[in-house]
């Protein structure tokens, strides 16, 4: 089982940044990639961003790229967005994720996600 938190999430204007951060505990040796996810009401949740674990490849939405920058911190078993010229379209709940490896006593068939943490953007 691998645990989730988000921090960070806050009501900023548009151009401004903001920084998220998510932490994971639990079978943290049972992650294989990081990402971060986004949900407004009505809509299906989206990826973000993510970065996976070993190689540090990084992968991102179209709507973000050169905006957000996903970062990682394996030691501590974190994960962080950087959201630079956020935008009111970016008004989101987002979600940390993990998805987990197969390796002997991590496979499950689902990914972990956290609580959410919401940021909204006003113009």
């Known amino acids: 089982q691998v645990y989730l938190a988000e921090f960070g999430g806050a009501s900023v204007q548009a151009g401004n940044s903001l920084r998220l951060s998510c932490a994971a505990s639990g079978d943290t040796r049972c992650i294989s990639s990081m990402a971060w996810y986004r949900q407004t009401p009505g809509e299906e949740r989206e990826l973000v961003a993510g970065i996976i674990r070993g190689s540090g490849r990084t992968y991102y939405a179209d709507s973000v790229e050169g905006r957000f920058t996903v970062s990682g911190d394996e030691a501590k078993n974190m994960v962080f967005l950087q959201m630079d010229a956020l935008k009111p379209e970016d008004t989101a709940t987002y979600y940390c994720?993990?998805?987990?490896?197969?390796?002997?006593?991590?496979?499950?068939?689902?990914?972990?996600w956290g609580q959410g943490t919401q940021v909204t953007v006003f113009s």
């Open positions: 994720n993990v998805r987990p490896t197969d390796s002997s006593g991590c496979y499950v068939p689902y990914d972990y």
